[in-house]
């Protein structure tokens, strides 16, 4: 249990929402959730980063058969060049599997890739409850699979590829890292912020945080009541990484980073994902912001903390990449 206190910061915004009376996600129907998202985005992100060159692309979802295909959208760090490929980061934004897109995360991705640097495919993965649980895992796979396919025509380095994603896209960055190893496709590194594992809401974590903290219970009940078919797909390891009866082992998965927030009520949760990673013999490095929300990472035109966060990140992207000789920043903030 954290014994921080909440960023002042972080405390002046969550004051600014309530005294705006902005309608909760929960309280909209999908489809003006999203839109409220899209909107609200950028308000407290950073700056966009110019880059090189951005392409918009579409990946084929065939081998599935759950549709034509997803938008991605692709950012290079640098001008690509065919004799010098770029390692990439595969990228699934958070939004609860319901929200969200590859705009809400366009930022963030241009930073990384500006700040690493390095490629980055952001994937605009299918949403619930139009496409529920397990559309999004099925088009994380697909993307990965293309980018092994595909990515060299791209001028990619695909042989330094890494998974991440914030909340709902840390979810998907672990399991896709999970079929990876059983497919024998090696990656450089999961990039895990704030990830949900678990698949149900009981941690110490969920039951303190209930309320007050930009993530209440009701809102994660609303995000997995759209995306779940039933109760059972919480026993699912495509789910819940975790404690899933069926999670497969960890052993042998890429090398990972993962990212905590103290007054997230999935601290807990990321937290043991790390411990069970070390558990099997996977090099997972912890790191926890004690005084921070879910969600902030995406905050860092406001909060000065997200920046430190960034450049942490970045930093073991490079470390994973080979680009630079200094370690990642590591431990307990």
């Not at 489809?31 to 090189?52: F, G, S, T």
């Not at 995360?105 to 993965?125: E, F, G, T």
């Not at 529920?132 to 796979?141: E, G, I, N, Y």
């Not at 995306?227 to 699912?236: A, E, K, V």
Request: proline share 8%; with cysteine.
């Amino acid at each position: 249990m954290s014994t921080s206190a909440l960023d002042a910061q972080v405390a002046a915004l969550r004051a600014q929402a309530a005294k705006r009376r902005t309608p909760h996600y929960r309280d909209l129907p999908p489809a003006e959730a999203r839109k409220l998202y899209e909107k609200q985005a950028p308000i407290v992100d950073i700056k966009p980063v110019a880059l090189p060159r951005i392409d918009e692309l579409h990946l084929p979802l065939a081998s599935f058969g759950g549709g034509a295909s997803v938008a991605a959208r692709l950012y290079y760090g640098a001008e690509p060049n065919p004799w010098l490929p770029q390692p990439v980061l595969l990228f699934f934004h958070g939004g609860g599997f319901t929200i969200g897109s590859i705009n809400t995360h366009d930022r963030i991705c241009r930073w990384l890739a500006a700040n690493v640097p390095c490629a980055v495919l952001s994937v605009d993965y299918r949403l619930a409850p139009e496409h529920k649980f397990p559309s999004a895992v099925h088009d994380a796979w697909a993307a990965l699979r293309w980018l092994e396919v595909h990515g060299a025509g791209h001028a990619l380095d695909t042989g330094r590829i890494a998974v991440g994603g914030d909340s709902a896209g840390g979810t998907l960055a672990a399991v896709t890292a999970i079929h990876a190893r059983d497919h024998n496709l090696p990656l450089a590194l999961q990039l895990l912020i704030y990830p949900g594992t678990a698949g149900h809401q009981n941690t110490p974590s969920h039951k303190r945080l209930t309320h007050g903290y930009l993530l209440d219970r009701e809102d994660i009940d609303w995000f997995f009541g759209h995306y779940l078919r039933s109760p059972t797909d919480r026993n699912d390891w495509r789910f819940a990484p975790l404690d899933a009866p069926n999670a497969p082992p960890l052993a042998g998965v890429a090398p990972a980073w993962v990212l905590t927030a103290g007054f997230d009520p999935l601290c807990d949760e990321g937290r043991r994902y790390a411990e069970k990673l070390q558990a099997q013999g996977v090099s997972a490095y912890w790191v926890d912001f004690p005084d921070m929300v879910h969600g902030f990472f995406n905050m860092g035109g406001w909060v000065d903390r997200a920046r430190v966060a960034h450049e942490q990140a970045a930093a073991a992207l490079r470390e994973a990449f080979g680009l630079a000789d200094a370690p990642a920043l590591i431990g307990s903030m």
